[in-house]
């Protein structure tokens, strides 16, 4: 009896649910449905605590932070704790930051976990590069004044060279292309100098820290000033770079232009 107990032990299951930006109102019906089923839940640091509180009281929470520049759980470690939980027979949800598959190691989770025989469905969350420019009101893109968006990521892995950002900028003022840079506040010198070769010194751009939470702050700027503009307004992780012509339907950006001239 023992074996065949053993045996019939249930098959878990995994999912990938991302969190959004941060404001648990921007959460998708999916999602929540989602962390309201999970019996184990893996919390990526930048969940807030409203958004874990749709976990079931009987869930168990496991916290496996990532931040760059902190201490922060392997990557490898996270994946076995996922591949053991499911093999348990666990309802696992993985939680993350933003969307899994923009910038969130999601691809990386799901190509762990089928090698390992286990079957993984993924709920999209509203990517903070996309919250933090509407919430100020201006779009990624636009007829006018960008044909398109390409998302990127300031920050490349150890041993990897990262973005070719003179390639991009020359390809991003060709094409009337929007800029959405993650992660990239601590090498924003190089970034900006290394746009600067295919991008007018004046293309606007806008720093949004902490994207749709109540401790939203944002600046608005030049690319030439970019690095400066954050120091003085001492902007840091996690920030979201938009850079490009949209930036100017923002009415803040509108008035600030004005105030320049008018000086």
Known sequence: ?????????????????????????????????????????????????AIVAHAAPTARVVYVGKRGGC????????????????????????????????????GEEVEHLREAGIEVSVVN?????????????????????AHGVIFMTGHAKPGDSGPD???????AHAAKLTLVIYMGVSGVQRISDELLAGLPGSTPVAVIQHASL????????????????????????????????VVRGIAAWQTQQGQRIAA
Do not use: Y
């Open 1 to 49: 009896m023992s074996a065949l107990s053993t045996n019939s032990r249930p098959q878990g299951s995994c999912t990938l649910v991302g969190a959004g930006p941060g404001d648990p109102e921007l959460l998708t019906l999916k999602a929540a449905k989602a962390i309201a089923a999970a019996s184990v839940l893996f919390v990526d640091d930048l969940v807030s605590d």
């Open 71 to 106: 201490k922060s759980t392997p990557q490898a470690f996270i994946e076995k704790l996922m591949i053991a939980a499911v093999h348990e027979g666990e309802q696992v949800v993985r939680l993350k930051g933003g969307d899994p598959f923009i910038f969130g190691r999601g």
């Open 125 to 145: 969350g509203i990517t903070s590069g996309l919250a933090g420019l509407s919430s100020l009101g201006a779009p990624l893109t636009h007829r006018d004044r």
């Open 165 to 171: 950002w003179r390639q991009i900028a020359t390809t």
């Open 214 to 245: 109540p401790q939203q702050r944002h600046a608005l700027t030049c690319l030439q000033d970019l690095p400066q503009c954050i120091a003085e307004q001492k902007l840091g992780s996690p920030s979201i770079i938009v850079v490009g012509d």
